[in-house]
């Protein structure tokens, strides 16, 4: 696992030991990001975020700061050692928290970000849920896009006020997006 473009470009990224977290795949990373295309200048908010991988990309490409929501010890050493190996400690907040703990008290009326990236554990039931406290705070605007990556056997019921507005499957990965409607 490494960072793919930017100006990380090459380095390699740790990931906790075991099966709890499931690194984002590069294939699927950098999909995501061709997708995107340009990311600079933009607040980014890693939710489930692992090893980090998908924020630190963003931060590579050129976002202005990342906050990263992970609740996993191990996890959180390796997001740790990830923005520092890296060089982006000064653009990154790390929140310590559980995703639905983050949303209800440390984000709630949190300005809204641009990006906000969702990667919860595959097939947990966690998706649907997360999207409904999602759209609870002010963490998500007008522009804001919304990326999740899930099971293909988790449907994504967006919550009222919200679209999806594209799909891709990547083998036993499925990437969705999301915007506000209203």
Do not use: W
Request: neutral net charge; proline residues 7%; contains cysteine.
């Amino acid at each position: 696992m490494r960072v793919i473009a930017g100006i990380a470009k090459g380095r390699k990224l740790v990931a906790p030991r075991g099966t709890t977290t499931r690194p984002v795949l590069d294939q699927v990373k950098e999909a995501i990001f061709n997708i995107l295309f340009d990311v600079d200048d933009t607040r980014v908010l890693d939710l489930f975020a692992g090893t980090g991988a998908v924020g630190i990309e963003a931060l590579s490409r050129g976002a202005a700061h990342c906050t990263f929501v992970e609740h996993d010890r191990a996890a959180l050493d390796a997001v740790r050692t990830n923005i520092e190996r890296c060089g982006f400690s000064d653009l990154a907040t790390i929140l310590s928290f559980s995703v639905a703990i983050a949303l209800k008290r440390r984000l709630h009326d949190a300005d809204p970000f641009d990006l906000i990236f969702i990667d919860p554990p595959y097939e947990r039931n966690l998706v649907n849920p997360t999207l409904h406290l999602l759209a609870q705070t002010t963490c998500v605007g007008p522009s804001t896009r919304i990326i999740i990556e899930h099971h293909p056997h988790e449907p994504i019921d967006p919550p009222p006020g919200f679209a999806l507005t594209d799909e891709r499957a990547y083998g036993q990965t499925r990437v969705s997006f999301l915007r506000r409607t209203s």
